[in-house]
């Protein structure tokens, strides 16, 4: 029972390096999000995609960018990493986005310093 | 205004008393709304979710839903220690032909032994 998978876990970057966040679910569900959330702050959505090849912004999207190959991956990419960026980032994934929950991920702890 | 509104608390109750938790959103056309717990450090997981006015119970947690006032909320009766946690609302908005999930910034509940 796989689920949702994030990784890495945990990771340190310094100010201006690059990296992707993977995500993969083995549900096979429609909908994957990128969330980030900060010390006691509630989800902040980064961007959505509803299938293969279709993706959104969300609320916070400026310094990320997402691409939507399969059904199954949702990479989240970090481009000149900032301290701003310093946050758990959560990968969820539902089957349709209006009546079923979604299924989070563990998260990935990331600093930015 | 936030699109998806939550106190953040801390909502301190003692052992075996009702915890009332609120939400209000802005999207009159949300059609789908949920309720997740998150422990510190954990991944958000669904404890309810309600789609029509009224009430919805299931076991000791009750979801009440009031279109017209825009207002979801989550009542835990009998409250245990183990139910501390921070509380969720999450709202299925939609965006253009699909839909993105938006949450509040939670509402921390401590429950006293």
């Known amino acids: 029972n796989a689920g949702v998978t994030q990784t890495p876990k945990f990771r340190i970057l310094k100010i201006g390096q690059s990296m992707t966040l993977q995500c993969t679910q083995d549900m096979n569900h429609n909908y994957m999000y990128w969330y980030r959330q900060d010390p006691g702050m509630g989800l902040k959505l980064i961007y959505y995609?509803?299938?293969?090849?279709?993706?959104d912004k969300g609320e916070v999207p400026n310094g990320y960018n997402v691409s939507r190959s399969t059904t199954e991956d949702f990479p989240l990419r970090l481009e000149l990493a900032a301290p701003s960026q310093t946050s758990v980032y959560f990968c969820?994934?539902?089957?349709?986005?209006?009546?079923?929950?979604?299924?989070f991920g563990q998260g990935t702890r990331l600093t930015v310093v | 205004q936030k699109e998806v509104e939550q106190n953040s608390g801390p909502l301190s109750v003692p052992e075996g008393a009702i915890a009332s938790l609120n939400c209000t959103y802005s999207?009159?056309?949300?059609?789908?709304f949920f309720w997740y717990r998150q422990y510190s450090g954990k991944s958000p997981e669904l404890i309810m979710s309600i789609y029509s006015n009224g009430d919805k119970e299931d076991g000791r947690f009750t979801a009440q839903l009031n279109k017209a006032s825009q207002y979801v909320s989550l009542l835990i009766r009998d409250s245990q220690p183990s139910d501390s946690a921070t509380y969720l609302c999450?709202?299925?908005?939609?965006?253009?032909?699909?839909?993105?999930?938006?949450f509040g910034s939670g509402t921390r509940l401590l429950v006293r032994p």
């Open positions: 969820a994934s539902s089957y349709s986005p209006g009546f079923t929950e979604a299924f």
């Open positions: 995609s509803v299938g293969a090849g279709i993706t």
């Open positions: 999207d009159r056309g949300s059609q789908s």
């Open positions: 999450a709202v299925n908005m939609i965006a253009d032909s699909s839909y993105k999930l938006i």
